[in-house]
C-alpha cells in the first residue's frame, strides 16, 4: 500500500477558520503544492491556493509550513516524512487572508508605486564596472514572493506597514541607489517615508528568501550607512553624493 502523509490545511477566511486533516499519497519527489493540488482533485475542490509556474519563478504560491514562510511549489514533502513531524500549512499572516491558503498582498503593490522609479544619467557614465552591474543584479532576482515581508516582525508582529516599507522595498530601493546610471537621490525618502531605520538587522528576511539575496547584508546595512551619511556625517555624505553625479 502507498506510503501516506496527513496534511493539516489551513481552511477560511476573514471570519476565522481552522486546519483540517488531509490524508494524501506521498509520490517521489512530491512538494507541498502537489499534495495541495491532490487534495483539491479528491477531497475538497473549493480549498483556495495562489499557484501559477510551480517552478520557484513567480513567486505566487507563498505561504507558512510548520510556520516558515516557504514556496508551497519549492518544499519537498519528504524532508517532513523523514522526521516524522506533521505538516501545517498556513496562510501568510502578516497579509489579509482571503480564502484559505490565499491572502491579499495588495499592500505591497501600494508600496512599490510610491517609490521613485529610476531615473537615467545624462550623459551616461563612460566606464560602467561589472562589479557595480553584479551589486544590483543580485537584486533584480527578486521574483516578489514577499516570503520576507512575511517574516519581518515589524510588519508581522508589529504592524508598522504606515511607517516601514519592508525588506523586499529595502532591497528594491538598494537596486536603484547603487545603479550606476541613476541619478536620483532617494536618502532622505528612505530614512522618511521607507522608514529604514526601523530595521534592526535581525536577518530574519535574507534567511527565508527563496533567490538567496542577501536582504540585510547587501541592501538594508548599506542603505542605513547612506542615511548615517546624510544626516550624521555630513562630508562623508557629501563625498558619495559627488561619487554618484560625477560623469
Ligand atoms: S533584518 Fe530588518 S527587514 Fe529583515 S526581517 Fe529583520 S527587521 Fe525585518
Ligand atoms: S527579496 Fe526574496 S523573499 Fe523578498 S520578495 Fe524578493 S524573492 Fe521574495
Ligand atoms: S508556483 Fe510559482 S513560485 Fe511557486
Known amino acids: 500500500m502507498a506510503e501516506t502523509v496527513t496534511l493539516w490545511v489551513y481552511r477560511g477566511d476573514q471570519h476565522g477558520g481552522e486546519e483540517k486533516p488531509y490524508e494524501v499519497p506521498l509520490m517521489p519527489g512530491m512538494v507541498v503544492l502537489d499534495a495541495v493540488h491532490w487534495i483539491q482533485a479528491h477531497l475538497a475542490p473549493d480549498l483556495a491556493v495562489r499557484w501559477n509556474c510551480k517552478a520557484a519563478h ?26 516524522g513531524v506533521p505538516v501545517h500549512v498556513r496562510p501568510m499572516k502578516t497579509f489579509p487572508i482571503i480564502k484559505d491558503l490565499v491572502t491579499d498582498v495588495s499592500w505591497n ?117 547612506r542615511v548615517a551619511d546624510r544626516y550624521w556625517d555630513p562630508i562623508r555624505g557629501l563625498f558619495r553624493r559627488f561619487q554618484k553625479t560625477a560623469p
Open 109 to 225: 503593490y501600494r508600496v512599490m508605486r510610491q517609490i521613485p522609479p529610476f531615473q537615467p544619467r545624462e550623459p551616461a557614465p563612460f566606464t560602467l564596472y561589472q562589479r557595480d552591474v553584479d551589486r544590483v543584479q543580485e537584486f533584480r532576482r527578486c521574483i516578489e514572493c514577499f516570503l520576507c515581508q512575511d517574516v519581518c516582525h515589524v510588519l508581522r508582529e508589529h504592524h508598522e506597514q504606515e511607517h516601514y516599507f519592508g525588506p523586499r522595498f529595502m532591497a528594491r530601493l538598494a537596486e536603484l541607489e547603487m545603479h550606476p546610471m541613476d541619478a536620483g537621490d532617494r536618502v532622505g525618502f528612505i530614512r522618511e517615508t521607507a522608514g529604514v531605520g526601523w530595521c534592526n538587522i535581525t536577518h530574519c528576511c535574507a534567511e527565508v528568501c527563496p533567490e538567496a539575496i542577501e536582504i540585510t547584508n547587501n541592501a538594508i546595512i548599506p542603505l542605513k550607512e
Open 58 to 83: 513567480c513567486g505566487s504560491c507563498s505561504a507558512e509550513v510548520n510556520g516558515r514562510p516557504r514556496l508551497l511549489c519549492k518544499t519537498r514533502l519528504d524532508e517532513f516524512v523523514k522526521e
